[in-house]
Antibody, heavy 127, light 113 residues
């Protein structure tokens, strides 16, 4: 079955750290860009970061730059998000998402809409 | 950053009737080199992750019912549900993937009248 399963969420104090993991299965993980997208309670969606297939390129939303680090281990089919210096405004459900690709022309190109999502893991930053 | 603005914030439509959700981007998301609009639509039901419905502004994802359609170009886009079904009650989001940071609209809450 094609799926993404997040883990590692929980309650953490402001200024603390947490590492989220996402286990991928059912598809060739190493062929896709991957993203983290978050959703604060009762709010909309916010893209957080993404990473290229080989980990050589990473991009972040400004609000997490310097605090969050996205990484991947293709041998373990896993995506990670290291979150440091956490703030109350980082409280959210964090979704792992697969960035799409288009191989219809014989060559595959990556595009950054999200065609597969995990069920999310809740991160609560509170004292 | 590109700002995505949806309208309305909330919408109530009778079963079998048409539902229309609008999305406006603060700058064009039409890429001239391939003439494609970098716009996607998602459906999110309570307690579930988002589900991709439409990409390239008008291409339906595999398995999505054909009552869902997308249109528009440049800065103005529309998601239309031609005949509302009970299972379509959800929040709908547009998203641009033209450049980072990829941004979403604030969401439109669709209910049954």
């Amino acid at each position: 079955e094609v799926q993404l399963v997040e883990s590692g969420g929980g309650l953490v104090q402001p200024g603390g750290s947490l590492r989220l993991s996402c286990a991928a299965s059912g598809f060739t993980f190493s062929s896709y860009w991957m993203s983290w997208v978050r959703q604060a309670p009762g709010k909309g969606l916010e893209w957080v970061a993404n990473i290229k297939q080989d980990g050589s390129e990473k991009y972040y939303v400004d609000s997490v730059k310097g605090r969050f680090t996205i990484s991947r281990d293709n041998a373990k089919n896993s995506l990670y998000l290291q979150m440091n210096s956490l703030r109350a405004e980082d409280t959210a459900v964090y979704y792992c998402a697969r960035d799409s690709d288009d191989c219809s022309g014989g060559t595959c190109y990556s595009y950054w809409y999200f065609d597969l999502w995990g069920r999310g893991t809740l991160v609560t930053v509170s004292s | 950053d590109i700002v995505m603005t949806q309208s309305p914030d909330s919408l109530a439509v009778s079963l079998g009737e048409r539902a229309t959700i609008n999305c406006k981007s603060s700058q064009s998301i039409l890429y001239s080199s391939n003439n494609k609009n970098y716009l996607a639509w998602y459906q999110q039901k309570p307690g579930q992750p988002p589900k991709l419905l439409i990409y390239w502004a008008s291409t339906r994802e595999s398995g999505v019912p054909d009552r869902f359609s997308g249109s528009g170009s440049g800065t103005d886009f529309t998601l239309t549900i031609s005949s509302l079904q009970a299972e379509d009650v959800a929040v709908y989001y547009c998203q641009e993937y033209f450049r980072t940071p990829y941004t979403f609209g604030q969401g439109t809450n669709l209910e049954i009248k």
